[in-house]
């Protein structure tokens, strides 16, 4: 039988005395309560929930709401804000302008309040976005203003159960170490939450910015053509209206939103995880473009950066895969650039996407890079800071294609390049599924895929990635493979064959393992098309089933 411990009843009391929340005291205190009759699940529930602190990871702070050190709650939001705070100052930015967003998750609001207070307390010029706004506009935010720092509100794509803390530094650029670990000492010194001092003193981001943003993205396309009818979702997020007024500035007009998603909701109530990549998370959309008859359609994660497409195929309509988005949108950046303005142009990806964009930048005389995942990563790829960056991609649907002003991944931006290139196509008779066509002819057949073990044990993702280590893994679905383990630069093991690669990685912002898979399959025409594309999809079948099985195995 577990008992309560002394020390962890101790730690538990603690944290309700210095909870600045009545509401997180009172649930820390009911789960207390419980664990100290007896109850050893409530034992185990006060355990994980006194774990933290809460780490940053690949895109910032993100986790359960709940009270407790090990979740998201004021409580934590007001002594990261002073750990910033705190590393900002040594880092000789006191005093400094900090922009603050949020999403319109549960509870972000109260937490976007409390990290302006929190700043403003610690001496800092504050200004908060007036209202929920996707994340790419904070970003834009603090890049157009030079702001010393940013701080976004958001869990992003996660479950409606989360949420999280973003932060943005060097020029709207996102948190890299060392600084995330410099930001997470400075929290580990500062005092309980209710000593830490607060004023409500801030001050509102002015329309003008907002209209900034929007000006900008609705001047990407390169295009002339206008002609293209979009479905559109945002998932119950905060992207609608941005989204609309951003795409109808460019031009594009001919808009039918899936009004079930259109409205900010935190419960999500038509999706089981509001993800673009889930199952069934676009269903709704794809059933709209069929019934309007759409050329193309959106879907937007719910902070909208993240941007998924959805084409109508000879089976359907189907979503393209996050590969596919980055390599088109690759091609259509570097196919249009200005050269004078951008005589060296650079692309990157991560090295758990398709290597497909390596050959595109070759043939069209850029310079590619690969990084580790996440935007943070990418926007400094090459020498480091992203010098000539002109567009960067992750498979997980981030794209940037306009670095210049969003040091981010834009899923509104993505999207209005998107639509310049499918009307672009559509008036020469051609669609998106044409252009990947003529990139598999011109660079060989690329086909991925992605397997994701979701766990509840946290301690099963190590143990996992240890099991692999421990034996190595030779063979996949009847092929030979080499296994290269690429620590301590990253917890990713790399398994590799002629016209075969797999990555396999813990993810950064959920609690699961990700195996990335693609399989390459040489093209002599568009004749060979069909053949080569039955000869991709049997391997990487029968690949996916190889990898799903280790995954999955005892």
């Keep these: 039988m577990t008992k309560l411990g002394t020390e962890l009843r101790d730690a538990a009391f603690r944290w309700i005395a210095d909870d600045v929340d009545p509401d997180a005291r009172l649930e820390l ?57 705190e590393y900002l100052r040594v880092q000789g930015r006191s005093g400094g302008l900090v922009v603050v967003g949020r999403d319109a998750r549960h509870g972000s609001e109260n937490f976007c309040s409390d990290v302006a207070e929190v700043l403003t307390g610690a001496g800092f010029d504050v200004r908060v976005l007036p209202r929920p706004l996707p994340t790419p506009v904070l970003a834009f935010a603090v890049r157009a203003i030079g702001a010393v720092a940013g701080v976004q509100v958001t869990a992003s794509h996660n479950p409606k159960a989360d949420n999280g803390y973003k932060v943005y530094l ?17 929290i580990a010194k500062v005092p309980a939450a209710v000593s830490v001092p607060r004023v409500a003193a801030w001050q509102p981001v002015g329309e003008d910015l907002i209209e900034a943003y929007a000006d900008r993205a609705s001047s990407l396309p390169r295009g002339k053509a206008r002609e293209l009818r979009v479905a559109v979702t945002a998932l119950h997020g905060v992207g609608s209206e941005t989204l609309l007024e951003v795409l109808g500035r460019a031009g594009f007009t001919d808009l039918h939103l899936v009004e079930s998603q259109a409205s900010p909701d935190p419960d999500f109530p038509t999706v089981s995880f509001p993800n673009p990549e889930e199952p069934g998370a676009t269903d709704e959309l794809l059933a709209l473009a069929a019934a309007v008859q759409a050329d193309l359609a959106i879907a937007l994660d719910p902070d909208a950066d993240r941007c998924a497409l959805g084409v109508r195929g000879p089976d359907g309509w189907r979503m393209l895969r996050g590969d596919e988005t980055g390599v088109l949108l690759g091609n259509q950046v570097l196919s249009t650039l200005d050269k004078q303005a951008n005589p060296d142009p650079l692309v990157a990806t991560t090295i758990v996407s398709s290597e497909l964009l390596r050959s595109v930048a070759k043939a069209h005389g850029a310079r590619y890079d690969e990084t580790l995942t996440g935007f ?58 044409d252009a990947l066509d003529d990139l598999a002819v011109a660079h060989g057949l690329h086909l991925t895929d992605q397997v994701s073990l979701r766990v509840a044990d946290l301690a099963l993702i190590g143990a996992t990635m240890r099991r692999f280590r421990g034996t190595p ?82």
Aim: hydrophobic fraction near 45%.
């Design 29 to 85: 205190q009911k789960v207390l309560a419980t664990a100290m009759a007896g109850d050893e699940s409530a034992v185990a529930a006060l355990a994980d929930r006194m774990a933290g602190p809460l780490q940053f990871g690949t895109a910032g702070l993100r986790g359960p709401l709940r009270a407790g050190p090990n979740g998201m709650n004021r409580s934590v939001v007001v002594r990261t804000t002073a750990g910033l705070a």
């Design 473 to 554: 893994i030779t063979e996949l679905g009847g092929t030979e493979v080499s296994q290269t383990d690429l620590e301590p630069k990253a917890d990713v093991l790399v398994l590799r064959a002629e016209g075969l690669r797999v990555l396999i990685r813990p993810s950064g912002t959920e609690p699961k393992v990700k195996a990335y898979l693609e399989v390459v399959t040489p093209v002599t025409g568009l004749d060979a098309l069909p053949q080569a594309r039955a000869e991709g999809k049997t391997r990487l079948t029968k690949v996916r089933e190889a990898i799903t099985a280790l995954l999955t195995a005892p």
């Design 170 to 186: 060097d020029a709207g650029a996102q948190i890299v170490p060392p600084a995330d670990r410099q930001i997470e000492a400075a």
């Design 376 to 433: 943070k990563w990418l926007v400094r790829a090459g020498d480091g800071n992203g010098t000539g960056l002109v567009y960067a991609y992750e498979e997980a649907l981030g794209h940037c294609v306009d670095p210049d002003y969003v040091r981010d991944k834009d899923g509104i931006s993505a999207a209005v390049l998107a639509c310049d290139l499918a009307a672009t196509l559509k008036a020469e008779g051609r669609d998106l599924l």
